[in-house]
C-alpha cells in the first residue's frame, strides 16, 4: 500500500488484533492500525521497487537485521538460522512494523486499489550475545527495529521456516500475477544481477544514500538507545550474495494515479483573457467606424492608416479568441458571424470569410442553433454576390426549401427579400425573378395575417415596376400602390416604419413620369419628412405581427430585432435622414418645375446636397460604408445639378445654366460616375439645350446628332429613351426648314418617333412629339388636316397645363391660319397667343407673339395696339441672345416669324 495515501486501518492477517482509527501523526504519514508507542524517528528514503525474478510466496517473510560489526557472511549464515523452526517464544514487547512493497508498474491502478493486502514483519528475538538494553538498529531494508522491553507486548507470529518445511499451501510471496497494491516507481530499476535466482530468499536491500538526503533530526531517546552503525555495502557482483541498489528518485513531485501522466506543455491561458481580448476588439473596431466617416471624406493617408491599424487591432484580437480559447457553442457562431461580417466588409481576403462562415455553419449545425445558422447563410449570400451574382442567388434556394419545409416564415420573408434584392442589384436586373420573389411573400404574409409585410412587399413591387421600361409598367405600379394602401390604413405608423414614406415618394415619382405632378400628393410626402424622417444610419425595420418571438431570432447579425413586446422585426437599409430630405426636395421640385417655386425646391435640395457632400457622416460608419453612401449622394447632386441647369435653360437663365454644365464636367470624370455613358449623355442633351437657348443651332445640331441619342426599339422606356425621343425632336425643329443640308432626314425621324410617342405614358412627350408633328407636317395640302393636328396639339399641352406647349400652339395657329387675314377672329387669335405668352414668361415665345401682333394689329386698322407691340418687342430683343436678335419682324409663308 502508498504510504502517501490514507487507506483505511487494517489488523493483523491472522485477525488477532481489531481495527481502530489511527491517530494523527507530526510527520505527515497515516498510520496502519497501530498507535504511536514510541518517539518519533526521522523519516528514512524508502526504496519503492524490489527486482523479482520467479513468482514468490505470500506468505510475510522476516527479516533479521544485522549486528553491528558483523560480517555480511555471518550476517547471511544467521538469517538462515533464524529462518529455521523455533519454539513459540513468549510474548515481547516489540511493536511490528509494516513494511510497503514497490508498486508494479504494469498494473493499472485501478486493479492495484482492489484487495490490498499488509505485508507483515516480525521483529527478531533476543539472543545471548545482544545487549537487553540494546534500542533502535536499522535493518538492511532501511527500516527501524526496536529493542526488547520498550512498548506493549504480544507473542509474534511462529517464525518463517524454510521454503521446503512450508506447506504449499501457504506460499511465501505472491506471484507476479498478484501483485500488491504498490506506488509505481518514478525511475528506471536496473535489471537483475545474474545470481538472482540461485537463492529462494531475496538478499536484504541497500539503502542507496545521496548527499541531498535530508535527515530531519532525531528526537529526544533514553540514554540505552543509540543507532546502529552504518552497514558495509557490498558490491551487486558478490557471487553468492549479490545486493541490489535502487536508486533514490529525483526530486520532483510525485503524480497521483488520478492526474495526468500526459498533461500538455503549454500552459491553458486564463478565462478573463479572453474577456480583455474581447473588449479590446470592441474598443479598436469602435474607435475606427468613429473616424470613419472622417477617413473616407478627407482621404488623408495618416487618417486611413490609422483607421486601418485599428481596424486590424480588433480583427486580430477576435481571431486570437477564435484560435485559442474553447468557446461555448454560441457564443463561437456569434463571434464568427461577427468576425466574418467584419472580414467581408473590411477586407477582401475571400479564404479566410469562407472558412470562417463554413467553421460557423458546421458549429450551428453541430449545436442546431437554427438563428445563428440562418443569419450566417444570410451573410454568405451577401458576400457571394460580390464575386458572382449568378452563384448567390442560386445559394439561396436552399435555404428557401429548409425554411418553408420547417415552417419558419420568418426566415422565409428574409431569404426571398433578399433574393429579390438581389436580382435587382444584377447587370441586368432580373425584374421577373424578383417580382416573383414578392408575390411568394405576399401570399405567406396574406395567409398569416402580416399586413406590414404585405404592405412592404406591394411598396416594394410598385418600386421594382417604376424602374422597369416595360410599356405598361406605370400601370403596374399604380396597382401595386393601390395594394399597399389598401392596408396601410390599418397598420400603424411605427409598425411599417419607412414603408409609407417610400409609397408617398414611388407614388410622386410615378406622377412626374405620368406628366401629372398632384400638388397633394407633394404636401403628404413634406408632412412625412418633416414629422420623421427616420434614423440617421437609414436603417428601419417592419413588424412581423403573427411571430411568436422564439429562438429563431435570438442571434442573427441584425437581420431581425426584437419588438417592445418581444415579437420580430425585420430589418430594411434605406436613406438616411438627411438623404431623405434631400430627395424629398428634389421630387419636390420636379414635382413643381415650371413655376419659381420649382426652382427654389431645387436650391434647397442643391444646398442639401453640398452640405452632405462636404460635411462627414455623425454616426460611427465604416469607410467602404462612408464611401458607398457619399457615393449615392454625389449622384443624387448629379440630379439635381442636371434639373436646375434644365429648369434655368426653360426660365432662360443661361448664365446658371451653362455653371452648371461647367460643374458636371468637372465632375463626370471622377468617383462614382467614371465617364459612364448614362451621364455622358445627360451632359451632351444638357449642352445641345444650352447651344440651342443661345442660338447656337449647329453646335445644338450636332449634340442631338450624338450616337448617344439613337433611338432605340419600339417598347422600351426608360431616362436613355426619353433623352433620345427629346433630342430627336429638337433636332426636327432645327431641320424643318426646307433648306437646311439635313432636310431629307425629317421623314425618317417621324417614323422612327411616332410609335413610341403616341404610346408614351408621359403626356408631356406625347404633347411635344404632336406639336412638332404638326408644325412639321407642310407638305400635307389639305387645310383640315393640318387644323385637326394642331387641335389635337393644343387639347393635350391643355391637358398638362404646360403654358409654354400653349402658347407655340397658339402661336402656330395664329401665323399659318390667321396671319393675312382680317377680322375679328385673327384679332382674337394674336391676343390669346400674346396672352398665353405673357405667362410663360419666356422672353422668345413673347417676343414671337408681340411680333404676330404688330401685323394683325395693322392689318386690321389697330395702329395703337400695333406701336405698342413695336415697343414691346424692342424692349424684349435686348433681353435675347446676340444670334436671335435679327432686325425687323417678319413672318415668312410657312408661318416663321423672322427678326431682320
Not at 411568394?440 to 406591394?458: L, P, Y
Amino acid at each position: 500500500m502508498d504510504p502517501r495515501y490514507n487507506w483505511p486501518p487494517q489488523g493483523y492477517h491472522n485477525n488477532q488484533y481489531a481495527q481502530y482509527p489511527p491517530p494523527q501523526q507530526s510527520n505527515g504519514y497515516p498510520q496502519n492500525g497501530y498507535p504511536q508507542q514510541y518517539p518519533q524517528q526521522p523519516p528514512m528514503q524508502m526504496q519503492h521497487g524490489y527486482p523479482q525474478s520467479q513468482p514468490v510466496q505470500r506468505q510475510p517473510q522476516v527479516i533479521i537485521s544485522p549486528r553491528p560489526g558483523q560480517p555480511p557472511q555471518q550476517q547471511y549464515a544467521q538469517m538462515h538460522d533464524n529462518m529455521r523452526p523455533q519454539p513459540q517464544p513468549q510474548p515481547r514487547a516489540v511493536q511490528p512494523q509494516v513494511v510497503i512493497p514497490a508498486r508494479n508498474p504494469h498494473i493499472s491502478p485501478m486493479s492495484q486499489m482492489q484487495n490490498p493486502r499488509i505485508r507483515q514483519v516480525q521483529v527478531p528475538v533476543q539472543r545471548q550475545g545482544q545487549s537487553q538494553g540494546q534500542g533502535h538498529r536499522l535493518s538492511s531494508s532501511g527500516m527501524v527495529e526496536r529493542g526488547q522491553g520498550h512498548g506493549h507486548s504480544r507473542p509474534p507470529p511462529p517464525p518463517a521456516t524454510s521454503q521446503a518445511q512450508r506447506p504449499p499451501s501457504k506460499p511465501a510471496q505472491p506471484s507476479p500475477a498478484h501483485q500488491e497494491n504498490v506506488p509505481r516507481p518514478q525511475h528506471q530499476r536496473p535489471p537483475p544481477g545474474p545470481n538472482q535466482n540461485q537463492s529462494q530468499h531475496r538478499a536484504p536491500l541497500q539503502p542507496h544514500s545521496t548527499p541531498q538526503q535530508r535527515t530531519p533530526s532525531l528526537p529526544q531517546t533514553p540514554s540505552n538507545q543509540q543507532r546502529s552503525p552504518a552497514l558495509p555495502q557490498t558490491t551487486p557482483h558478490t557471487k553468492s550474495h549479490p545486493q541490489v541498489v535502487i536508486q533514490k528518485p529525483k526530486s520532483q513531485p510525485l503524480q497521483t494515479p488520478t492526474k495526468s501522466q500526459h498533461a500538455p506543455s503549454s500552459k491553458a491561458l486564463p478565462a478573463d483573457l479572453q474577456i480583455l481580448l474581447i473588449s479590446a476588439a470592441d474598443e479598436y473596431i469602435a474607435a475606427a467606424r468613429a473616424m470613419g466617416s472622417v477617413a473616407a471624406l478627407k482621404q488623408r493617408k495618416a487618417d486611413l492608416e490609422q483607421y486601418y491599424r485599428l481596424m486590424a487591432m480588433g480583427l486580430s484580437c477576435m481571431d486570437s479568441v477564435l484560435r485559442k480559447f474553447h468557446l461555448a457553442p454560441r457564443r463561437e457562431a456569434e463571434m464568427r458571424l461577427r468576425y466574418a461580417n467584419l472580414l467581408i466588409e473590411e477586407t477582401d481576403n475571400d479564404m479566410e470569410i469562407e472558412q470562417t462562415l463554413s467553421k460557423g455553419i458546421t458549429v450551428c449545425n453541430r449545436n442546431r442553433l437554427l438563428d445563428l445558422k440562418y443569419a450566417m447563410q444570410h451573410l454568405q449570400a451577401r458576400w457571394q454576390f460580390k464575386s458572382s451574382g449568378r452563384a448567390a442567388l442560386k445559394s439561396l434556394d436552399q435555404p428557401i426549401s429548409e425554411t418553408e419545409t420547417f415552417q419558419h416564415i420568418v426566415w422565409v420573408y428574409a431569404f426571398r427579400f433578399l433574393k429579390a434584392s438581389l436580382s435587382l442589384q444584377m447587370p441586368r436586373p432580373e425584374t421577373a425573378s424578383a417580382v416573383q420573389q414578392l408575390h411568394a411573400i405576399a401570399a405567406h404574409a396574406e395567409k398569416r395575417g402580416d399586413r406590414a409585410i404585405f404592405v412592404t412587399c406591394s411598396a416594394m413591387e410598385a418600386m421594382i415596376h417604376l424602374r422597369s421600361s416595360a410599356p405598361d409598367h406605370l400601370e403596374h405600379v399604380q396597382r401595386a400602390i393601390a395594394a399597399a394602401r389598401s392596408l396601410q390604413l390599418q397598420t400603424s405608423v411605427k409598425q411599417l416604419g419607412q414603408i409609407a414614406t417610400l409609397i408617398d415618394c414611388i407614388d410622386i415619382a410615378c406622377s412626374i413620369q405620368q406628366g401629372r405632378p398632384d400638388a397633394q400628393k407633394l404636401e403628404t410626402l413634406q408632412e412625412k419628412v418633416d414629422q420623421d424622417a427616420g434614423s440617421s444610419s437609414g436603417a428601419f425595420s417592419v413588424l412581423v405581427e403573427k411571430s411568436f418571438g422564439g429562438n429563431l431570432t435570438i442571434s442573427t447579425g441584425g437581420v431581425f430585432k426584437k419588438a417592445e413586446d418581444g415579437r420580430d422585426e425585420l430589418v430594411f437599409s434605406w436613406l438616411p435622414r438627411s438623404d431623405l430630405k434631400t430627395l424629398a426636395y428634389y421630387l419636390s421640385g420636379m414635382t413643381t418645375l415650371p413655376h419659381d417655386k420649382g426652382l427654389n425646391y431645387l436650391h434647397e435640395g442643391f444646398r442639401l446636397t453640398q452640405d452632405s457632400v462636404r460635411r462627414p457622416a455623425n454616426y460611427r460608419i465604416s469607410i467602404p460604408a462612408a464611401i458607398t453612401q457619399k457615393n449615392w449622394m454625389k449622384v443624387l447632386d448629379w440630379h439635381v445639378r442636371f434639373a436646375t441647369a434644365v429648369a434655368a435653360c426653360y426660365h432662360e437663365n443661361l448664365g446658371a445654366a451653362g455653371r452648371a454644365l461647367k460643374s458636371l464636367q468637372d465632375r463626370v470624370g471622377q468617383q462614382p460616375f467614371n465617364n459612364l455613358e448614362q451621364y455622358a449623355r445627360m451632359m451632351a442633351y444638357l449642352s445641345g439645350v444650352l447651344d440651342q437657348s443661345n442660338g447656337s443651332i449647329d453646335s445644338a445640331l450636332v449634340s442631338f446628332s450624338s450616337p448617344l441619342f439613337e433611338l432605340p426599339r419600339a417598347g422600351t422606356l426608360d431616362l436613355k429613351t426619353d433623352l433620345a425621343l427629346l433630342a430627336t425632336m429638337n433636332r426636327l425643329l432645327i431641320i424643318r426648314d426646307p433648306r437646311h443640308p439635313d432636310h431629307y432626314t425629317m421623314g425618317p425621324l417621324l417614323a422612327q418617333l411616332e410609335p413610341t410617342c403616341l404610346q408614351h405614358p408621359n403626356h408631356y412627350i406625347e404633347g411635344a412629339f404632336r406639336i412638332i408633328r404638326a408644325i412639321t407636317n407642310t407638305n400635307d395640302t389639305v387645310i383640315t388636316r393640318q387644323k385637326t393636328l394642331i387641335h389635337v396639339a393644343l387639347a393635350t399641352s391643355q391637358k398638362t397645363q404646360n403654358f409654354q406647349f400653349i402658347g407655340m400652339c397658339l402661336n402656330y395657329m395664329t401665323s399659318k391660319f390667321f396671319a393675312d387675314q382680317v377680322g375679328e377672329q385673327a384679332v382674337k387669335s394674336v391676343r390669346a397667343a400674346r396672352s398665353v405668352a405673357k405667362q410663360g414668361r419666356s422672353v422668345l415665345w413673347r417676343a414671337v407673339a408681340y411680333g404676330l401682333c404688330i401685323n394683325t394689329f395693322q392689318r386690321n386698322g389697330l395702329l395703337e395696339d400695333a406701336n405698342a407691340c413695336q415697343q414691346a418687342v424692342e424692349e424684349l430683343r435686348g433681353k435675347l441672345p446676340a444670334p436671335l436678335r435679327g432686325g425687323v419682324a417678319a413672318v415668312d409663308r410657312d408661318g416663321d416669324v423672322k427678326m431682320e
